[in-house]
């Protein structure tokens, strides 16, 4: 009986060492092939063909991209894989809320931009001003700006404005003056006089459109700055 637990005992070491034995050849074939393959890929990232050869700028409406493209055009040539800070990039455009960078290999550089996003608008002056959702006001082409600011409204009252504005397709559609305590929008040869209280001025909207403009073969102005009253401008039926 001694003789066979001794046997057994044996064996039992025997087959633990085996099991050691290929554990530690298996982990040596791992790291071979390991540091076989990192070598062999760091061969690679040096190689000519992970040279930066293209940059290109995505996301430019509002921002110089030109001067952004030419900020980036240094990285032509390097490696694609070599650490690039994005601080020593950028440039000073207001426009630019943040930058990202995107390796396309083998060879090409994507540059992400995020602009700041106009809220609204409006001429100032000889000036033009856009705002931003960030609250940035920066300057802006006349060109496509419909909203005049004649006079500086309460800062709580431009803030309902633009609320107004932003879900309005009359006001984004129209040419609009702003005066301190009420505004003013010119739509189809009709001057109508809004107030800064949304309640107001889109509950006497559609009451105006519902139910007052068949009433009138011309109109000329409309005063929508009273609750629930409006007083028009124009020629009534015959």
Same mark, same amino acid.
């Given at each position: ?11 039992? /070491? ?78 000073? &455009?207001?426009?630019? /809320?943040?930058?990202?960078?995107? /390796? ?6 994507v540059v992400l931009v995020e602009e700041e996003r106009e ?18 006001? $920066?300057?802006? &082409?006349?060109?496509?700006? /419909? ?6 409204? $309460? ?22 003056? $702003? ?5 003013? !929008? @010119? ?5 109508? !006089?809004?107030? @800064?209280?949304?309640? !107001?001025?889109?509950?006497? @909207? &559609? ?8 009433? @009138? ?22």
């Amino acid at each position: 009986m001694g003789h066979w637990c001794g046997g057994h005992i044996k064996g039992s /070491r025997w087959l633990m060492f085996k099991i050691a034995f290929r554990a530690v050849v298996a982990g040596l074939i791992f790291g071979l092939i390991f540091f076989a393959g990192t070598a062999v890929w760091q061969v690679l990232c040096k190689s000519s063909i992970f040279t930066i050869d293209t940059v290109e700028v995505r996301g430019v409406v509002r921002t110089d991209a030109n001067r952004l493209r030419a900020a980036y055009q240094p990285l032509v040539g390097k490696n694609i894989f070599d650490e690039i800070s994005l601080d020593s990039a950028l440039t000073n &455009d207001d426009w630019v /809320r943040r930058i990202e960078m995107k /390796r396309v290999l083998p060879d090409k550089l994507v540059v992400l931009v995020e602009e700041e996003r106009e809220v609204i608008s409006y001429k100032t002056g000889d000036k033009c001003i856009s705002q931003t959702e960030s609250g940035k006001e $920066l300057s802006t &082409d006349c060109a496509t700006v /419909r909203i005049e600011m004649a006079e500086r409204p $309460l800062d709580e009252e431009f803030e309902e404005f633009i609320g107004m504005y932003s879900s309005s397709e009359l006001l984004k559609s129209s040419k609009i003056t $702003l005066e301190n305590g009420f505004f003013l !929008v @010119y739509s189809d040869g009709v001057e109508i !006089v809004g107030s @800064y209280r949304p309640e !107001v001025f889109s509950r006497n @909207y &559609d009451l105006f459109k519902d139910r007052i403009r068949t009433r @009138y073969r011309s109109i000329t102005s409309i005063d929508l700055t009273v609750k629930n009253k409006i007083y028009v401008k124009g020629v009534i039926n015959g």
